[in-house]
């Protein structure tokens, strides 16, 4: 373990000596946690999610618009054909109240002709005012229904908030895997490069018991060339341990050109089992939350309808007052009670009806979400009960295994063994080494899956 720092220690002082960006574990995560694109997909919505919650919390301020126009009119009458033109500007504003008064005002200035209560060829201004106030009495005049526009904002910003931090979560995960796959390439490599120097010390062997004709030809060209063939397994090694790399960068903005420094899989089960002793409330994790705060909204969707069915009773009263530069003033007052009902209804049901099976479906998936978490967790729990007791009894046997191929040696260097048990005695040396990186891999990898239920960040034990 000691000559394994040693070795990532030098890896990181060359690194940084051809100008490279050298990434601890926790550097990674936290390169990754900032500058994915994932992320930054989500930071470019952030204004549009920000004024959306706005507009619902502000929905009780009255729209005021600025208006202004020209228009030219020609006409005929008794054989005699006039024109005149107008100009006007002014405001325009509406505003409801929490039980559905609706009342608008419009104030307008006009210059131009035939303005009057005759109307004048000359021109003159004239200010206008009208405001109107109604009432709707059978429905959309609770102080419920005006706040839904409001809940359903505010429940459109959980689920973008919540949107982050699940994508957060996700890209933690990878992250880490990819990491873990990287880590795994470069214990395999080292493992093969051990394979290397030990056929490279048998090589040596044999060639000092040739010469003293304790070895055959044949055991001398055979030695040499599992050699040869080792060192490609080692390129080959090197490449996958490359690519391992780039895979597990691919996803990050940076320009910089990075090298990972490597951990240990052994020192990452040891972190990632802290995971376990964190207490899980599933009912917090962002996957179920989405599926919750979806369910709410669509029951709000459909809660907003339900009177979409009833008919419209309103009353009304509009006043307008036209004051003119030259001529007498006029005013008007309308007051009343309309009543409507839409007899071709049937695309309102089927709206109503589909917004209740929305909500209803998302309430199901609600429910299957908190289920199959639970179900998911605790199966990745006793998976790595499994996998840690397998990953020790790889380790021993690895232990044993390099006694045996000690042994194994010395046994040939007297004689009392073959060149073919040293290489079978070899080979399964490393097959156990391998066996048990990959055994430790599987372990990091169901550890890694807890703590996306766990939501444990491991960089808070680094």
């Known amino acids: 373990m000691k000559s394994l720092y040693v070795v990532i220690f030098l890896l990181g002082l060359s690194i940084n000596a051809y100008g490279k960006q050298a990434l601890t574990l926790k550097h990674y995560l936290d390169i990754q946690l900032k500058q994915n694109y994932q992320i930054e997909q989500l930071s470019a919505q952030q204004k549009a999610q920000s004024l959306a919650l706005s507009i619902g919390r502000e929905y009780w301020k009255p729209t005021v618009t600025a208006v202004a126009g020209l228009q030219e009119s020609r006409s005929t009458e008794l054989g005699a054909r006039t024109s005149s033109n107008q100009i006007n500007f002014g405001l325009e504003t509406t505003w409801v109240s929490d039980i559905g008064t609706e009342v608008s005002v419009n104030m307008n200035h006009i210059n131009g002709e035939n303005l009057g209560a005759e109307p004048l060829f000359e021109r003159q201004s004239s200010q206008q005012l009208t405001a109107t106030i109604s009432q709707p ?44 796959d990287y880590q795994l390439a470069y214990e395999n490599w080292l493992i093969q490069q051990e394979l290397l120097n030990s056929i490279k010390k048998t090589t040596y062997l044999v060639e000092k018991m040739h010469a003293v004709e304790k070895a055959t030809f044949y055991e001398l060209q055979q030695a040499r060339l ?8 080692v390129d080959q090694a090197v490449l996958q341990m490359n690519l391992a790399q780039r895979d597990a960068l691919l996803e990050v903005q940076s320009q910089e050109v ?64 036209n004051q003119y530069q030259t001529s007498l003033s006029s005013k008007e007052e309308v007051y009343g009670i309309r009543f409507s009902y839409l007899l071709t209804n049937k695309r309102l049901q089927q709206e109503q009806a589909a917004l209740q099976a929305q909500a209803d479906n998302d309430f199901i998936e609600k429910s299957l979400s908190l289920k199959r978490l639970n179900t998911f967790y605790e199966r990745d729990l006793k998976n790595s009960e499994l996998l840690k007791i397998q990953t020790g009894v790889l380790k021993a046997q690895v232990e044993l295994a390099k006694v045996g191929l000690e042994q194994q040696r010395k046994r040939y260097q007297v004689g009392k063994a073959s060149y073919f048990s040293l290489e079978e005695v070899q080979q399964e040396f490393i097959d156990k080494q391998v066996d048990w990186i990959d055994s430790q891999k599987n372990l990091v990898d169901s550890l890694i899956s807890l703590t996306y239920y766990t939501q444990f960040d491991i960089r808070n034990v680094l």
């Open 137 to 180: 009495l059978l429905k959309n005049n609770s102080r419920y229904y005006r706040q839904i526009d409001k809940t359903l904002a505010e429940k459109q910003w959980q689920q973008f908030i919540n949107s982050q931090n699940r994508t957060l979560l996700t890209v933690y995960r990878n992250a880490l895997s990819d990491f873990a």
């Open 226 to 233: 599992q050699q040869s063939l080792q060192k490609t397994v």
């Open 258 to 321: 990075s090298q990972l420094i490597p951990f240990s899989l052994s020192q990452l089960v040891i972190l990632l089992e802290k995971s376990i002793q964190y207490v899980t409330i599933l009912e917090t994790h962002p996957d179920y939350l989405a599926l919750s705060l979806s369910y709410e909204s669509s029951q709000l969707e459909a809660q907003k309808e339900e009177d979409s069915l009833r008919p419209d009773l309103d009353v009304f009263y509009r006043y307008q007052k």
